[in-house]
């Protein structure tokens, strides 16, 4: 139950953006949500749905890219997804360090009309 | 005018939560109030940590604000032991976010003397997730780990440990009737943050806690007392700042 207020987020930010290009309507929503942003739920089209109605991005489309997070490896500089229950570096066995990647939480792009 | 146009726009929508975040810290820090964000999962012993803290600080003026999905029995308690607590309630969401604590702090009193500290206490929602991705303005996130929850918790809860600024091992007392693997734990811990200090404490015994208040209030101490100036300053108390 987190969805709401970043709901209410994106529909302000898409709202403006659409307004200030003169257009009438966000007909979709590009999102890039990294999976430690673990706000974002699958219920989120539906508040979507429902904070949306009577604003510009009523009926838009929500279109979300995950990106799951990866370690840097201090030793050979790989960047890998951890197997479960380790940081190990799939190449060499060190502990990876933790990088921005899977922290991305913000709107790529809007489609208008 | 009925052709479909894309537009850039590269904004995260957490923005405008950290920007008042950020407001809040600085103004609370430019005041001498140390604000201390602390998270764990329901149980883990947040309220004991707080008052055991509390008990310890040799200088610092102790406040809480108690996050709470909907009851306010930890906020009773705290006000019964004679300690300035607030409630928020957030009813059904699993995080504190940072307008919830300008409003509050809004509302609340914090009459310092002339170069006094403060600690502002911020126990947030019981859970290892959301909290983690939310800055609520605080200075120091302090992270509230048990023995009884298992050595795994830092590669299953990941987040938490990489934002820490400060780690508490809580409920060291259950050690004997446990397997808690210390260094399983703590190469997890180190994997994901080289320099939080991690303290063995218990909420029973009362055990590390006084080292815990102390190191706090080196923070507080450290926070750079001036006039309130509006806008946003600059950043030396903001660690762990992903953006
Ligand atoms: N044995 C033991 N019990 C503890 C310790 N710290 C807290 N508890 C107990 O754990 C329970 C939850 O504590 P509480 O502070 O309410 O946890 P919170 O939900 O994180 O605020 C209470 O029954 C406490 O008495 C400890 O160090 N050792
Ligand atoms: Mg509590
Ligand atoms: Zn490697």
Same mark, same amino acid.
């Given at each position: 139950?987190?969805?709401?207020?970043?709901?209410?987020?994106?529909?302000?930010?898409?709202?403006?953006?659409?307004?200030?290009?003169?257009?009438?309507?966000?007909?979709?929503?590009?999102?890039?949500?990294?999976?430690?942003?673990?706000?974002?739920?699958?219920?989120?089209?539906?508040?979507?749905?429902?904070?949306?109605?009577?604003?510009?991005?009523?009926?838009?489309?929500?279109?979300?890219?995950?990106?799951?997070?990866?370690?840097?490896?201090?030793?050979?500089?790989?960047?890998?997804?951890?197997?479960?229950?380790?940081?190990?570096?799939?190449?060499?066995?060190?502990?990876?360090?933790?990088?921005?990647?899977?922290?991305?939480?913000?709107?790529?792009?809007?489609?208008?009309? | 005018?009925?052709?479909?146009?894309?537009?850039?726009?590269?904004?995260?929508?957490?923005?405008?939560?950290?920007?008042?975040?950020?407001?809040?810290?600085?103004?609370?820090?430019?005041?001498?109030?140390?604000?201390?964000?602390?998270?764990?999962?329901?149980?883990?012993?947040?309220?004991?940590?707080?008052?055991?803290?509390?008990?310890?600080?040799?200088?610092?003026?102790?406040?809480?604000?108690?996050?709470?999905?909907?009851?306010?029995?930890?906020?009773?308690?705290?006000?019964?032991? !004679?300690?300035?607590?607030?409630?928020?309630?957030?009813?059904?969401?699993?995080?504190?976010?940072?307008?919830?604590?300008?409003?509050?702090?809004?509302?609340?009193?914090?009459?310092?003397?002339?170069?006094?500290?403060?600690?502002?206490?911020?126990?947030?929602?019981?859970?290892?997730?959301?909290?983690?991705?939310?800055?609520?303005?605080?200075?120091?996130?302090?992270?509230?780990?048990?023995?009884?929850?298992?050595?795994?918790?830092?590669?299953?809860?990941?987040?938490?440990?990489?934002?820490?600024?400060?780690?508490?091992?809580?409920?060291?007392?259950?050690?004997?009737?446990?397997?808690?693997?210390?260094?399983?734990?703590?190469?997890?811990?180190?994997?994901?943050?080289?320099?939080?200090?991690?303290?063995?404490?218990?909420?029973?015994?009362?055990?590390?806690?006084?080292?815990?208040?102390?190191?706090?209030?080196?923070?507080?101490?450290?926070?750079?007392?001036?006039?309130?100036?509006?806008?946003? !300053?600059?950043?030396?108390?903001?660690?762990?700042?992903?953006?």
């Amino acid at each position: 139950m987190h969805e709401y207020p970043i709901t209410e987020q994106i529909i302000k930010i898409c709202s403006q953006h659409c307004a200030e290009a003169k257009a009438d309507k966000v007909v979709s929503v590009s999102l890039v949500v990294g999976d430690y942003s673990g706000c974002v739920g699958e219920s989120i089209q539906m508040y979507f749905d429902i904070i949306s109605e009577g604003t510009p991005c009523e009926s838009a489309k929500l279109k979300i890219k995950r990106v799951k997070p990866k370690l840097k490896c201090p030793a050979c500089g790989e960047f890998f997804e951890r197997a479960p229950m380790s940081f190990a570096c799939p190449k060499c066995g060190v502990d990876g360090e933790p990088t921005e990647i899977g922290k991305e939480f913000y709107i790529e792009e809007i489609e208008v009309e | 005018m009925h052709d479909i146009r894309k537009l850039n726009v590269m904004e995260n929508v957490m923005d405008e939560n950290d920007h008042i975040a950020e407001h809040v810290r600085e103004h609370m820090g430019a005041h001498g109030v140390l604000i201390v964000n602390e998270m764990g999962a329901p149980g883990v012993g947040k309220t004991t940590t707080l008052k055991n803290i509390i008990e310890r600080l040799q200088i610092a003026k102790p406040f809480v604000i108690e996050g709470d999905i909907e009851s306010d029995l930890d906020t009773k308690d705290l006000n019964s032991l !004679g300690i300035a607590a607030y409630q928020i309630n957030t009813f059904g969401a699993c995080h504190l976010d940072a307008p919830m604590i300008d409003h509050k702090i809004d509302e609340m009193d914090f009459d310092l003397e002339d170069k006094e500290r403060g600690i502002l206490f911020i126990e947030n929602i019981g859970n290892l997730v959301c909290p983690a991705e939310f800055t609520i303005g605080e200075h120091v996130l302090m992270l509230i780990a048990t023995v009884t929850e298992g050595s795994d918790k830092p590669y299953k809860y990941p987040l938490a440990f990489e934002k820490a600024d400060i780690i508490l091992i809580n409920k060291v007392d259950l050690i004997p009737y446990l397997d808690f693997d210390e260094e399983f734990f703590m190469k997890g811990v180190r994997a994901l943050n080289k320099t939080a200090p991690v303290f063995k404490v218990s909420g029973k015994t009362g055990e590390g806690y006084a080292e815990v208040a102390a190191w706090l209030e080196g923070r507080a101490a450290a926070l750079d007392i001036h006039e309130h100036h509006h806008g946003h !300053g600059d950043d030396e108390h903001h660690h762990h700042h992903h953006e």
